[in-house]
């Protein structure tokens, strides 16, 4: 089946502006994870979805960054007013079963955003 | 917190040579998970291996093995006959057992080069 996608591919904004990014989960993965990669970083845990549960928002860098998932499926990372730190790949992944044995995360794409 | 080390930025080998890349951790917790990614210039994210900290034997996949010493807390790849494919980036990963709510921890990095 479908692997996960992850939209735009790149987006490339201006400082202050909001932007939101989508990402759709693989058909049946309850859990869903947002990363962000600096260049020549390693990834950086945002948040965690687990299903329809209401998440857990400390990872979030700043108030300025949210995000949802509708319905246990698609989810979107939403940055208000972004600054150039901002830039960066964001990645999306999803995983069956996030604390048994099948916790395997399936990646996304990702989506490259520069801010100018 | 977990910490994720990789201490190689960048390795360079020939083609069907073998190496083998580093990763040491720290943790408190006993039941973990210990897993290295790929990530090729398209940025998509892959499974190459994943250990499960409570088994004594060491993972392998066709060319990929890892060397994982839990005292030591140490979990080093080797790839053998290394292939110009293998380019690429190599993550580290750690992962909690008893559940995704914090993501995956992540080292630096190791950049990868196959030489012909």
């Known amino acids: 089946g479908a692997g996960v996608s992850q939209s735009p591919s790149n987006k490339v904004t201006e400082k202050g502006k909001d932007v939101e990014l989508r990402c759709d989960p693989i058909s049946g993965h309850t859990a869903l994870y947002w990363y962000r990669q600096s260049l020549g970083q390693g990834l950086e845990f945002l948040i965690y979805f687990q299903g329809n549960s209401a998440p857990d928002k400390s990872g979030l860098p700043s108030d300025r960054f949210s995000a949802e998932r509708t319905g246990g499926s698609v989810s979107t990372l939403t940055i208000q007013r972004t600054q150039q730190e901002d830039s960066a790949v964001y990645l999306c992944?999803?995983?069956?079963?996030?604390?048994?044995?099948?916790?395997?995360?399936?990646f996304g794409p990702g989506t490259r955003l520069t801010v100018l | 917190a977990q910490t994720v080390t990789q201490s190689q930025p960048e390795m360079s080998v020939q083609e069907a040579e073998t190496v083998t890349l580093s990763c040491t951790y720290d943790?408190?917790?006993?039941?973990?998970?210990l897993f290295w990614y790929k990530q090729p210039p398209s940025r998509q994210m892959i499974l190459v291996i994943r250990?499960?900290?409570?088994?004594?034997q060491n993972a392998t996949e066709n060319r990929f093995s890892v060397n994982f010493q839990k005292a030591a807390k140490s979990f080093s790849l080797k790839i053998s006959d290394s292939q110009l494919g293998d380019t690429a980036m190599y993550f580290c990963a750690w992962g909690w057992s008893g559940g995704g709510a914090d993501g995956l921890t992540f080292g630096k990095g190791t950049h990868l080069i196959i030489q012909p």
């Open positions: 943790t408190s917790e006993s039941n973990y998970y």
């Open positions: 250990q499960e900290a409570y088994k004594q």
């Open positions: 992944a999803s995983s069956l079963d996030p604390g048994g044995p099948y916790n395997e995360q399936f």
